[in-house]
């Protein structure tokens, strides 16, 4: 009877998908739910899923990209059919620019219904194609867990990054049998783990490995760059092992700050223009050449500059063509460079003149930014909140909280002032320059590293694109401080030419303007959390001081003066 009785019971495409994966090691999925894909967040939950739900799906794509880079492992998105799908695009294109893995998984409307009209209908593969590593639909419900499990291995493989699987709405309500559904999932984990997903070593590799150790022996102004490549691979004791051991000076790119501590003394990041600039050797260890880094190429950079590019892409080497190129994985290449190092040791003593130029630079530069910090302006520039700011966060001490940043001048001034000691603390607008994310980085931090506290510094206007996500901290009670810089508008309200102020619609505000004095901080209060209204250094320190104690959703509404920032931070040329 027994038997009789488990033959009988049956499991739907939501219940096998969400069995899929709990079974693959997905522990946190965020998401908007709705037709057809209810039943899968519950479903997902009940299997040991961890379902946060969001107010929108951007930010739910935001949570899931930043997810993948805190814990290496997919974060899940789950969106609705059509413009649900529409709107997960940006988490998902978003952790394909930034190489993190995520596996972003939308309902479809019905397989027969398809080109006729249907409920949300959308050709959601060649939507998701563009912005994918890898994108799948399942057209019945056998195929679901073989499509997770491929769809996982696909984002963390080689350079990480988005895959999408489409379970249509007639695929989610079949059913097959108990025992058939746990024999798929089986299936599914045994061949998922006899396929290998880490980045294979590139056949030159000792080649690679020991030209790069000689490259660095014989350097005169030699320069490590840390990118953010480098902290989602978990290399922060190997680099900083090679710091130490070499007295090689060090630049971090924005998210690879704390691989190693922004505190170190061979730390170049307040000597950045002399560090790039003439530095004849530069080891980027999981840094692309792009933007950030002015493309390795004059005048930011030497003409005659060498570069040894380490990077999990065969590609990206490809691109670049690097003076020495090593393709793997940053952790594993770096202790093999330590590791050849050690045959033949060499260190810049601190007396080295390279290392001499950079620390004298690097100490001058501080000085003067520490001699702006140190005044108390009112009202509020961007300066002193931001030093009222790190040292609230480094007086938490260790596990440091998680620093989400965004905005032009609040993520640009912030940059120079915060400092992270400890690897993966730091996340902004990425690679992409993509602003909104910050609500979703909180989430995902809070998701991915409980233990911490998470403390976003947002401009007004980056807070605006997912401020709705208060409630989600709100109704989860997540250890989330939101401080919102409040300067009017973008960049700091109407920053208009009079000559620009013509036209019939010349009364209305600048497009850079919101309203002035806006109550931010009522917004979290309107759903039970804590908010403050700060002017003055004492009214910050204090509110800092009760809202980490608390470790309770809270939103900080900074007054900044409107006038205090710059059009784009630093990048006004491109406007």
């Known amino acids: ?167 249509p709405s007639d695929v989610l309500h079949q059913t097959l049998p108990e025992s058939e559904a746990a024999a798929l999932i089986a299936a599914a984990a045994a061949d998922s783990a006899a396929s290998d997903p880490s980045p294979s070593m590139h056949k030159s590799l000792d080649e690679g490995i020991a030209k790069a150790a000689d490259l660095l022996r014989c350097a005169e102004r030699p320069l490590v760059v840390i ?84 990077d999990v892409s065969e590609e990206e080497i490809e691109l670049r063509k690097p003076h020495v190129g090593i393709v793997g994985d940053a952790k594993r290449v770096t202790e093999l460079i330590n590791r050849e190092i050690k045959d033949n040791p060499f260190c810049l003593a601190r007396s080295h003149p390279w290392v001499e130029a950079i620390t004298k630079k690097a100490n001058d530069n501080v000085l003067k930014m520490e001699a702006q910090l140190a005044k108390d302006v009112v009202p509020f520039n961007f300066m002193t909140p931001l030093r009222i700011i790190r040292d609230a966060i480094l007086a938490e001490g260790s596990p440091a909280p998680v620093v989400v940043s965004e905005g032009a001048n609040t993520m640009d001034v912030g940059r120079a002032v915060l400092v992270q000691n400890e690897p993966r603390t730091r996340l902004d607008a990425g690679t992409w320059g ?69 036209g019939p619609y010349k009364d209305d505000p600048a497009p850079t303007s919101f309203v002035p004095a806006a109550g931010y901080h009522k917004m979290m209060e309107a759903f039970g959390g804590k908010g403050y209204l700060v002017e003055t250094p004492d009214e910050l320190k204090s509110a800092l001081s009760e809202s980490f104690r608390a470790r309770k959703p809270a939103v900080i509404n900074v007054i900044i003066d409107p006038y205090a920032g710059a059009e784009s931070g630093r990048m006004q040329h491109k406007n």
């Open 434 to 502: 993509t602003m909104g994310v910050g609500l979703g980085y909180c989430i995902a931090a809070a998701a991915a590293e409980p233990e911490r506290l998470v403390v976003a510094v947002e401009g007004d206007s980056g807070f605006g694109f997912s401020a709705m996500e208060v409630e989600t901290l709100v109704r989860y009670q997540l250890p989330v401080v939101v401080i919102v810089f409040n300067n009017n508008g973008v960049y700091g309200g109407d920053r208009r030419s009079p000559d620009e102020i013509t």
């Open 227 to 310: 990118g953010k490549g480098a902290a989602y691979a978990r290399a922060e004791e190997a680099i900083r092992k090679l710091v130490d051991t070499t007295g090689i000076p060090f630049l971090p790119t924005p998210m690879g700050k704390g691989v190693v501590p922004d505190s170190h003394p061979l730390s170049a990041t307040a000597a950045r223009s002399l560090a790039i600039g003439q530095c004849d050797v530069a080891l980027v260890i999981g840094a692309r050449l792009n933007w950030l880094l002015h493309f390795g190429e004059p005048p930011k950079w030497s003409k005659d500059v060498k570069f040894i590019l380490v």
């Open 1 to 167: 009877m027994a038997s009789d009785s488990t033959a009988a019971v049956t499991v739907d495409g939501s219940a096998l998908a969400g069995r899929a994966l709990a079974a693959a090691g997905t522990r946190h999925m965020f998401g908007v739910v709705g037709i057809p894909v209810t039943s899968l967040a519950s479903r997902a939950a009940a299997a040991g899923v961890r379902f946060l739900a969001f107010r929108n799906e951007q930010s739910a794509g935001y949570a899931a990209a930043a997810y993948g880079f805190l814990t290496g492992s997919p974060g899940a998105l789950l969106t609705v059919s059509g413009p649900g799908c529409v709107h997960g695009l940006a988490g998902l294109s978003h952790a394909t620019a930034n190489a993190w893995p995520l596996l972003m998984i939308s309902g479809s409307c019905d397989q027969a219904d398809a080109g006729r009209g249907d409920f949300q209908e959308l050709d959601q593969i060649a939507a998701t194609k563009p912005f994918a590593k890898l994108a799948v639909k399942a057209t019945t419900i056998a195929d679901i867990p073989r499509l997770v499990f491929q769809a996982l291995a696909a984002a963390v493989s080689g350079r990480p990054g988005g895959c999408y699987l489409d379970i």
